[in-house]
């Protein structure tokens, strides 16, 4: 099939908000997302544009711990890292950021969120969800309890708490919300226990050679949180984040057990029983929660104009249609 | 005068150099490393020797005095340095962006002067007057709201209301006049109007001041018509502290800028600071901040001399 060339190819750079919103209303831009809380305003400002909801993305965000001084830091023992992981409150998290209630009653349908076990959410053909109890008895780590997290951490020893220094990317290139997200949940570690959270923010150069891509993980006293970007096969997130040899992008502690499910799964060659697999895996993860398991995952809702045609099916050609307003200004 | 002027030109090099220096200083307080890190591709990321090697490259293995020594002599020769971001010279970067923050800043004064000369002179006429309320409202308002909050709103209800955005792609005053003024002319009567609050208040309480002189009464006294007391005897002698107000002015100018042209997508050299802050892009911090200094001391000193011009009386010794 013969195709016409191509005139002119736009594509604007707007870094200001504002900006980016008022190309779009205006009908200069082809697709807008806004803030999450302002989804209901944009809608009511542009009732002529059409909103798109975003699949569940493949990434999986993590809090994990440095492995210097393992033998005598609070968190070698599993009780310690499933209080902390018991004392996040998910479900509230997730409607801050998501402003969920807000949305329905706007009469939109509502946001799909999706709690991650250690395997992201997006991968949903492996992924058990602890929300319907699919780990076990261990889901209930994921519940926000503060009283069993408590009794836990009275078990362990730590009655009067100890101090936690946790450390997030400190340069701004992860964006203001991710210093909110990472500031909620220090507080929510806080609240109801004696952890106390000594925060700190390394630039980002410090955060992610030290850090967050530090192969020995060689720091003492420390969580961190970031994502970890899902490749196209489970295989290579399994791999790089949880077996011991995968180096700097290892995130868990050095088990046996999980090493060998991990290359289970890879040598498998029956798609049920590699599922079968990972699902162990998961649940063998669950009680030990090498890392925390951080914010769920969720749908987000983006604008389009309805003149941007085949708009919403990858792999087909977007084309603008004659109806476009400014469409050769 | 000329001794005047070449004392105060002369007066302008050590403060250049203590800027310069205090620049320098204040900006290697960040590692070099994070800075060379933040440049590379996540892959190169970590890479030691990748960082040496750009480190060497961009002579940031050197002292520190070296390296201010080659920046500082640089900058006499006109070389600004090379962008650690784009690997480009800095004065190729800048060379098309400068008449763009120039236009922005020059034109927004001359509204900032358009506007706020004659509302301030019928403010001070209008004394305790309903119109003298209302100006002085104003212009409290205008100076207490950032212009970057104005411009948002501006931004947005334009296009909210009207459908309206300004073009997103800039085109220059040569090549196009109606697509720059398209362009430019709201961020100009933002960044003007939004300067004008406070010469607008300087203006009002220089004229009551001189309507209270002696010659001004002399001049009423003599039968003349307010009109004429106004123009020949008020304004003339308003002109030197409405200049120093408005040479005062500039510095405001040329900062807000710096956010108004972010804010409205034009290629500036506010927008290149902004994004060599966000990608700790030391040459191109220091080389347009020094810049930035250089226009405003050179518009003072403008500044400056330009008394003699206006009022003879005035006399250097």
Not at chain 1, 224 to 244: A, C, E, G, K, Y
Not at chain 2, 245 to 260: D, N, Q
């Amino acid at each position: 099939m013969r195709r016409p060339f191509i005139d002119r190819w736009r594509y604007p750079i707007l870094v200001e908000y504002a900006q980016r919103y008022a190309q779009f209303v205006s009908g200069n831009t082809t697709t807008f997302t806004p803030k999450q809380e302002e989804i209901l305003q944009v809608k009511k400002d542009v009732p002529g544009a059409q909103l798109f909801r975003t699949d569940i993305g493949r990434s999986l965000w993590l809090g994990w711990f440095g492995m210097k001084d393992i033998e005598s830091v609070p968190w070698r023992d599993e009780r310690v890292r499933q209080a902390i992981s018991m004392l996040f409150d998910r479900a509230a998290f997730s409607e801050e950021f998501t402003n969920s209630a807000e949305l329905v009653k706007g009469g939109l349908p509502a946001v799909e969120t999706r709690w991650q076990s250690h395997v992201s959410p997006g991968h949903a053909t492996y992924w058990l969800d602890p929300r319907k109890n699919e780990l076990g008895d261990a889901s209930k780590f994921w519940k926000y309890n503060p009283a069993e997290a408590n009794k836990l951490l009275e078990a362990t020893g730590y009655k009067d708490g100890f101090t936690l220094p946790a450390f997030s990317n400190g340069g701004n290139n992860y964006g203001a919300t991710y210093d909110r997200k990472v500031e909620i949940t220090l507080d929510m570690w806080q609240k109801g226990t004696k952890i106390k959270v000594n925060q700190q923010r390394p630039m980002y150069t410090e955060w992610f050679a030290n850090y967050y891509n530090s192969p020995t993980r060689d720091f003492s006293d420390v969580a961190f949180w970031t994502n970890n970007l899902v490749r196209p096969d489970i295989d290579q997130d399994l791999f790089s984040t949880w077996h011991s040899k995968s180096g700097a992008t290892f995130k868990g502690f050095k088990d046996a057990r999980v090493d060998d499910l991990i290359e289970q799964q890879r040598k498998e060659l029956d798609p049920q029983k590699r599922i079968s697999i990972i699902h162990d895996l998961q649940r063998y993860l669950a009680p030990k929660m090498y890392a925390i398991p951080w914010e769920p995952l969720s749908s987000s809702y983006y604008f389009r104009w309805p003149w941007l045609r085949n708009s919403g099916f990858p792999g087909y050609d977007e084309w603008l249609s004659a109806d476009m307003p400014r469409r050769n200004g | 005068m000329a001794v005047y002027a070449m004392r105060r030109i002369l007066l302008v090099v050590p403060t250049l150099f203590a800027l310069s220096v205090l620049l320098f200083v204040v900006i290697r307080v960040l590692p070099p490393d994070d800075a060379i890190e933040l440049q590379l591709d996540e892959r190169a990321r970590g890479d030691a020797q990748v960082k040496a090697s750009l480190m060497q490259y961009f002579g940031l293995h050197q002292p520190l005095w070296r390296q201010y020594t080659d920046w500082a002599g640089g900058l006499l020769r006109g070389d600004l340095g090379i962008s650690l971001n784009s690997r480009r010279p800095i004065r190729d970067e800048l060379a098309s962006r400068i008449p763009v923050s120039f236009e922005l800043s020059l034109i927004g004064l001359f509204v900032t002067w358009v506007v706020s000369f004659p509302l301030g002179v019928l403010s001070a006429v209008y004394q305790d007057r309903l119109p003298d309320y209302l100006l002085c409202t104003s212009a409290y308002l205008l100076d207490a709201i950032p212009s970057f909050v104005i411009a948002t709103l501006v931004i947005t209800y334009l296009a909210v209301y009207f459908t309206w955005a300004p073009p997103v792609k800039f085109t220059y005053l040569w090549d196009d006049p109606i697509g720059y003024l398209k362009i430019m002319l709201l961020p100009i009567l933002i960044i003007g109007i939004g300067a004008a609050g406070n010469l607008v208040r300087f203006t009002r309480t220089f004229l009551l001041e001189v309507l209270r002189q002696d010659y001004v009464r002399s001049a009423r006294a003599k039968g003349l018509s307010e009109r004429t007391v106004l123009r020949r005897h008020a304004l003339r002698n308003l002109a030197l502290p409405f200049v120093t107000v408005i040479g005062a002015t500039i510095p405001t100018l040329l900062t807000s800028s710096v956010i108004i042209e972010r804010l409205f997508n034009l290629p500036g050299m506010g927008r290149y600071l902004v994004t060599a802050v966000s990608q700790l892009d030391y040459p191109v911090i220091q080389s347009t901040t020094m810049l930035f200094a250089v226009l405003i001391l050179t518009s003072q000193l403008i500044t400056d001399l330009s008394y003699t011009w206006l009022d003879p009386r005035v006399s250097y010794k």
